[in-house]
């Protein structure tokens, strides 16, 4: 399980860092990724990481502005957002690729991870 915490009100164009902590697992031999839902829409995978080499995967719709970040000692998983637009406004949830066994991280459908959280709400707006 995670615990999701960082959201908030923030400005167009400012940042906001996002961390994820993992209860009763190691995150060493994992894949995490970060997702977002917005009012109305489905959650949607944004990033990943995997424990194994650190390997990263973004989506297109936040590639270049977040960056993500793995600390296996604390179990925490960042997501750095910066120059922040009104359409990242949405809640933000981790969770672990149910089905890694090595390689690269891929963003999967929600569908195929787990671990869900409460997520944490961040709003975009001036």
């Known amino acids: 399980q995670f615990v999701e915490s960082g959201g908030g009100l923030v400005q167009p164009g400012k940042s906001l860092t996002l961390s994820c902590v993992a209860s009763g697992m190691s995150l060493g031999g994992q894949a995490i990724g970060w997702f977002r839902q917005a009012p109305g829409k489905e959650r949607e995978a944004i990033s990943c990481i995997t424990g194994t080499s650190l390997d990263t995967a973004y989506d297109d719709s936040v590639k270049g502005r977040f960056t993500i970040s793995l600390d296996k000692g604390s179990r925490t998983v960042n997501l750095q957002m910066d120059s922040l637009k009104p359409e990242d406004t949405a809640i933000y949830y981790c969770?672990?690729?149910?089905?890694?066994?090595?390689?690269?991280?891929?963003?999967?459908?929600?569908?195929?991870?787990?671990?869900w959280g409460q997520g944490t709400q961040v709003t975009v707006s001036s």
């Open positions: 969770a672990i690729y149910k089905y890694y066994r090595g390689g690269n991280c891929f963003l999967f459908s929600p569908d195929f991870w787990t671990g």
